[in-house]
């Protein structure tokens, strides 16, 4: 998978040489020679991932970190760090700056290129979900909430065995807000809590299981997909962590651990599986808002069109037929005047629900605006159409509505509805919804609370 990187280093030989490895690899590569050159180009050429130099003049890495995490135009970006540093002071400070990953010079191949492939495929999701986000709300400029959510600590579950490990990091883990287990303990709460893992610590190097084996399972495993994988081996086992990573770990950490780096990089997976999540419910929600009535919980016009040319399709193709009912509640308008448009929304609410407890879990109902509501019934002769119908127009006018939550003021409401079936192979949506119309218009005309039906 290629992908345009931003190589920023104040030594021209580094950047050259950064440039040669990665255009190897069929990669794209942006080149800037300071921090703030380095912001500029971010935001301008938006590049899929940066490798940030430390020790430069003016503006250190740490700095231009910082920034780029602080600016909602840059914020997704991912960042590696570069440096000749090798303290581990100096990989958390980078971390703790939002880095995330952090890379020793001289840069190995083998680790550049794996932490550059786990970065591609976080990043094949986070830009889908961007490009499919609906619901206005720009990305990386998240909420009080969402900040909340990516603060929150995480549940690790920590498979080694080796008992020195976990105790080793679970104290300082527990002290920055996450909760620690092992395997055994896991299966001790799993009946009896809600809480769902984060992270898997998985030790790679001297155990007595197939560390890869259970990799892959947690990847294919629908409960556990989504999980950040941090494995953790000797420097030495290359081979092994190059596999991890092709199977979808996300991190690595050399043992003997560090706990310090741990905390830190649990910290950034934690955020980043977390921002991955919200981008998920952002487009859930944006594609319930582009089909549902925010103020009924019906389907809109947008839904209810596209649904009758569905069934009308399926009737026309040898199906049963299928009705609609149109619905207009009687004198809404003089509900608004008289009691104000919130006791309006109250009435609208209520309509709603009863309708719904009087329609079968396959009828469509749909609010394509007003007070007009349309009942899409599938497999409906038109006589089944008008009983069901009567049985809502009862419905309505069995009781008085309340006009405010706290108001204890009732009225009286009652619905007009027209009904209209599948009239044969010729019938289109407009000839449908014309005569449910024309047919709603005869019960208005004939004194309103009723029922009428048009013929095709």
């Known amino acids: 998978m290629s992908a345009r990187i931003l190589v920023v280093d104040d030594i021209l030989a580094n950047r050259r040489l950064m440039q040669a490895k990665l255009e190897a690899k069929y990669y794209s590569v942006l080149l800037a020679e300071n921090g703030k050159t380095a912001l500029e180009m971010a935001e301008a050429e938006k590049p899929e991932i940066i490798l940030l130099d430390v020790m430069m003049p003016g503006m250190d890495g740490y700095e231009v970190c910082r920034r780029l995490k602080a600016n909602t135009a840059t914020t997704h970006i991912p960042v590696v760090m570069l440096t000749a540093l090798n303290e581990t002071a100096d990989r958390v400070r980078g971390l703790a700056a939002g880095a995330d990953d952090f890379l020793t010079k001289p840069v190995d191949d083998f680790a550049l290129m794996s932490r550059i492939n786990a970065l591609n495929r976080y990043n094949a999701v986070a830009l889908e979900l961007r490009k499919r986000e609906a619901s206005g709300v720009q990305s990386g400029a998240l909420t009080d909430d969402e900040h909340e959510v990516l603060e929150r600590g995480a549940n690790i579950l920590v498979v080694d065995s080796s008992p020195s490990t976990l105790r080793y990091i679970r104290e300082p883990l527990t002290q920055a807000g996450h909760t620690v287990m092992t395997l055994e303990e896991a299966e001790g709460v799993s009946s009896s809590s809600n809480r769902s893992l984060d992270i898997v610590l998985l030790a790679l190097s001297h155990q007595p299981y197939d560390p890869l084996r259970l990799c892959a399972h947690f990847r294919a495993n629908d409960a556990t997909r989504a999980l950040s994988i ?76 596209n649904q009758l040319t569905l ?95 706290r108001s204890g003021q009732e009225i009286n409401v009652t619905v007009s509805a027209g009904v209209a079936t599948y009239a044969g192979e010729e019938d289109t949506v407009a000839d449908l919804l014309k005569r449910a119309d024309t047919a709603l218009y005869n019960a208005k005309t004939a004194g309103r609370n009723q029922v009428k039906a048009m013929a095709a």
């Open 230 to 305: 941090i494995v953790m081996a000797e420097e030495r086992d290359k081979q092994v962590v190059a596999q991890a990573l092709d199977l979808g770990a996300s991190d690595v950490i050399n043992t003997p651990v560090v706990p310090e780096e741990v905390v830190a990089r649990v910290a950034t997976q934690t955020r980043r599986a977390r921002y991955i999540e919200i981008l998920r419910q952002r487009v859930d929600k944006g594609l319930e808002l582009s089909v549902v009535d925010q103020l009924t919980g019906l389907y809109n016009r947008r839904y209810m069109n």
């Open 311 to 405: 069934w009308l399709r399926r009737s026309a193709q040898g199906g049963a037929p299928m009705s609609v009912v149109a619905a207009d509640i009687d004198h809404f308008k003089q509900v608004n005047d008289k009691y104000g448009h919130e006791a309006g929304d109250y009435v609208l609410q209520e309509f709603a629900n009863r309708i719904m407890v009087n329609v079968r879990p396959k009828d469509i109902v749909c609010r394509p605006g007003g007070e007009e509501f349309l009942i899409i019934m599938p497999e409906t002769t038109g006589d089944l159409a008008c009983s069901a119908a009567e049985r809502i127009r009862r419905s309505i006018a069995a009781e008085p509505f309340e006009i405010g939550a």
